[in-house]
């Protein structure tokens, strides 16, 4: 099988550490890409508000937080998924109730790995964000084959620094370990290394072991499923908002511009220094709560006071701004209206499908590669219980359920079916399971209730649109 060796050092990474220090601690070729560990450190920064445009006269309107939010909320909205085995559910559950945040996490940076892990008798899962993961070999179909986990621990002024590298060999991982020790006054070294028994936390972990009869990693690789720009033989993912850098840019110009429209455009009266009397200091007494009305200039005689109230140019302003956020949705692959305020209104539902597919594809490719993320973590689990014997269910199946509302209006769909059972088109079954999201034995039982209530009368029109 081709493999191919890819380091991936994202943001904190690249700061903290020398990458040819963890490949000379493993002894395994890591090869860099300085281009796409700029753009995602880049991305990083934008996300966290500290966009290197940013100074004094420009300020961030914050486009690429509001992205990653609004596309987390429309991948997971309404989702649902379950486990059949009740214990791996349990564990999973628990998991998924902040999936949404995770996956804003996962727009912003490109990546993020869900890692389960044995403590205490229980199986737990964390979430290791693109600073503490080092994808580090692939196959040909893009499938994660190998990465390295960063894990700290800060003692006083001293930080230890473990690094567990995972390497899939056919139906082998080989998993080893090592911990470095080294100051804050040179946090950007790994330092020397150290006994992993000699820090508590990590005490009960093995230098070297091998799990055996496996084909994934134990875990799930939740990439943003975004063509890589800058590496185009990378199968690491990338921000969403990668290829929208510049525009982003332009973006908060344009809004610090409008920002200084209306800071320099506000009513101000300038006043002659003679008309007010000045304080014991030397101030000027001026009207409490009025001291930014007032400006104190020297007109000369000619003129005691002038208002100073120009026109506010913010029309064209704003309309600039719009016209750079749908710009913005363009190149993220957004619909018009998520960012940007609607110049048109769609009158027909083709007009309507058309300027909402492009985003139902982002998002349904994004459900897409955090369905196998989720897939490879239930596996995961599943291969940790059985090697520390926890009982369960082997092989368990997943069930997911997408909502597709970004493409289907909830409220027409709703009404077409009414127009379908009131055509006698569909049944009063039929019309609750695609209403209410019943299954069929919930619907047969709810309209079988409302039967018995009015034995004469067939299901009124008016509980059917409650």
């Keep these: 099988m081709f493999e191919k060796i890819i380091t991936f050092i994202k943001g904190a990474i690249d700061k903290m550490f020398n990458t040819s220090e963890i490949a000379e601690g493993f002894k395994i070729d890591i090869s860099t890409n300085d281009e796409v560990i700029r753009l995602i450190e880049l991305c990083t920064n934008i996300y966290n508000h500290k966009a290197p445009w940013l100074n004094e006269e420009v300020k961030s309107l914050n486009v690429a937080k509001t ?27 628990r998991f998924i109730k902040n999936i949404r945040t995770n996956t804003e996490y996962t727009l912003a940076k ?27 070999k692939f196959d040909s179909t893009g499938e994660l084959l190998g990465g390295i986990f960063i894990d700290q621990i800060t003692r006083g002024d001293d930080i230890y620094t473990r690094l567990e590298y995972n390497d899939l060999n056919n139906t082998t991982i080989t998993i080893k370990n090592i911990a470095y020790k080294t100051n804050k006054s040179n946090s950007n070294k790994l330092g020397s290394k150290t006994s992993l028994a000699l820090i508590p936390e990590w005490k009960d972990i093995q230098e070297e072991t091998q799990i055996e009869n496996v084909n994934r990693l134990i875990g799930g690789y939740f990439k943003i499923p975004i063509a890589n720009s800058i590496d185009n033989t ?24 409008t920002l200084w429209e209306y800071e320099g455009s506000e009513l101000a009266i300038d006043v002659d220094e003679t008309v007010f009397k000045r304080n014991s200091n030397g101030t000027f007494k001026l009207p409490k709560g009025k001291k930014r009305l007032f400006r104190m200039v020297d007109l000369g005689k000619e003129k005691m006071w002038n208002v100073f109230s120009p026109a506010i140019r913010d029309t064209a302003l704003f309309n600039g701004l719009n016209e750079w956020l749908r710009q913005c949705e363009s190149q993220c692959g957004l619909s018009f209206g998520v960012l940007s305020k609607e110049t048109s209104i769609a009158k027909t539902a083709t007009e309507i499908n058309s300027s909402k597919q492009d985003y139902y594809i ?61 055509a006698g088109l569909i049944d009063d079954v039929e019309y609750f399971i695609q209403t ?10 709810y309209v079988e209730k409302m039967k018995k209530r009015n034995p004469e009368e067939p299901v009124e029109q008016e509980e059917i649109e409650e």
């Design 67 to 93: 992205i990653c939010e609004k596309v987390a909320k429309a991948v997971t909205i309404e989702f649902k998924s379950q486990v059949e085995d009740k214990e791996i559910e349990e564990i999973y559950q």
């Design 110 to 136: 490109g990546g993020m790995f869900f890692k389960p892990f044995y403590s205490n008798g229980r199986i737990k899962v964390s979430c290791i964000h693109a600073d503490k993961f080092i994808p580090v």
């Design 234 to 257: 990378s199968p690491i993912g990338v921000p969403i908002f990668a290829n929208a850098i510049e525009i982003l840019k332009q973006i908060d110009e344009q809004f610090s511009r």
């Design 362 to 422: 982002t998002v349904s490719d994004i459900q897409g590669a955090l369905q196998t993320a989720l897939e490879d973590l239930v596996y995961g689990i599943d291969v940790l219980m059985t090697l520390y014997e926890i009982p369960h269910k082997t092989n368990p199946n997943v069930s997911f359920d997408w909502d597709d509302s970004i493409i289907v209006d909830s409220e027409k769909k709703q009404s077409q079916s009414l127009i379908e059972r009131n």
């Design 436 to 445: 209410r999201d019943y299954s069929e034995e919930e619907a047969i039982e």
